[in-house]
């Protein structure tokens, strides 16, 4: 069983749906987002969940801080799971329009696809 969940580094908008342009722009690729909530990251996490990853390498230092030494193994940005891209860091839309959205989408379906032929490799799954 593969369990996924999302929790931030900061308590900023905790029980908050996410914002409405993610929603709009996930909706569009058939991606319902409306039942989630921003939660905290919490320390049982690191002890809960093998993958956590991190969207840029703020969030990953501030995980590294929260976790302790012997799960930070466990602690990977996301987009080092798609070589392909370019880019190290997904990039926060927050201050831009609409396009930003969907930007962030197209970098986390290609990560996710990495992510997912990774874990299907290590604990030999099948499709």
């Known amino acids: 069983?593969?369990?996924?969940?999302s929790a931030g580094?900061?308590?900023?908008h905790?029980?908050?749906?996410p914002d409405s342009r993610a929603r709009a722009a996930a909706l569009k690729r058939k991606i319902d987002l409306g039942l989630q909530r921003a939660r905290r990251v919490a320390s049982e996490d690191f002890e809960d969940f093998d993958y956590i990853v991190a969207m840029d390498r703020n969030n990953q230092e501030d995980?590294?801080?929260?976790?302790?030494?012997?799960?930070?193994?466990?602690i990977r940005?996301?987009?080092e799971y798609a070589a392909e891209l370019p880019e190290i860091d997904v990039p926060d839309p927050y201050y831009g329009g609409p396009q930003g959205f969907e930007r962030v989408l197209d970098l986390i379906e290609v990560a996710s696809q990495a992510l997912i032929a990774e874990i299907r490799r290590e604990h030999?799954?099948?499709?």
């Open 63 to 74: 995980l590294m801080e929260i976790a302790s030494p012997g799960h930070h193994d466990k």
């Open 14 to 17: 905790v029980g908050e749906p």
């Open 1 to 5: 069983m593969v369990e996924v969940d």
């Open 77 to 79: 940005l996301f987009l």
């Open 124 to 127: 030999r799954l099948s499709a």
């Open 9 to 12: 580094t900061h308590a900023y």
